[in-house]
């Protein structure tokens, strides 16, 4: 199967993918949600992950230059990945996606790291009104890194109770380990 005959034009997307970021509707804002099985790891954000990359001095590659991002605007633009799938098909798009995905990892530490991450989350859930909503980690993505998984849990545990508390939503949470 021809992989440019199974997608959408790459402007198409972009056309959708700013007509949904722009949209402004108090209604579906404030209706209430629940969100199930979130892979924590995947709500890493630029914007977090290049302050926890300078805190512990882990470069991030830039496989588009083959050199390290020099600062978070060179990093945001990776996220970017229609540009990958302009140039490299689906199978690039993928590629770039597990690279990002995986390449987050890196920058997960201490407790506090995981801490942010997941206090993250909750900041933009509470935004979306998600009410409920079920967070799944990957373990052997941290231990074969040499992070115990108490470090992993006391972090996302401590986000937990403190956005039960301070915000007005995700009061109910469960927090899984991702198996498999
Ligand atoms: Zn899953």
């Known amino acids: 199967m021809s992989s440019s005959n199974a997608v959408l034009a790459n402007a198409t997307i972009r056309e959708y993918r700013d007509l949904i970021r722009n949209q402004d509707d ?3 804002k404030q209706m209430p949600k629940v ?10 954000t630029p914007e977090l992950r290049w302050p926890l990359a300078v805190r512990h001095r882990i470069p991030i590659p830039n496989p588009r230059t083959g050199k390290y991002c020099r600062d978070l605007s060179e990093l945001k633009g990776l996220y970017d990945l229609l540009d990958d799938l302009e140039q490299g098909g689906v199978e690039g798009g993928m590629l770039r996606f597990f690279e990002l995905y995986y390449g987050g990892f890196d920058v997960l530490r201490d407790e506090e790291d995981f801490y942010l991450l997941a206090m993250n989350y ?3 859930a509470a935004r979306m009104n998600i009410r409920y909503c079920e967070p799944f980690f990957d373990p052997q993505g941290h231990t074969r890194r040499g992070v ?3 470090t992993v849990m006391k972090g996302l ?11 007005n939503a995700c009061t109910e949470t469960s927090i899984s380990e991702h198996i498999g």
């Open 157 to 167: 545990q401590r986000a937990q109770l403190e956005a039960a508390e301070k915000l």
């Open 122 to 124: 909750f900041q933009r």
């Open 26 to 28: 108090e209604f579906i």
């Open 148 to 150: 115990s998984l108490d």
């Open 35 to 44: 969100e199930m099985h979130v892979h924590i790891e995947g709500t890493m």
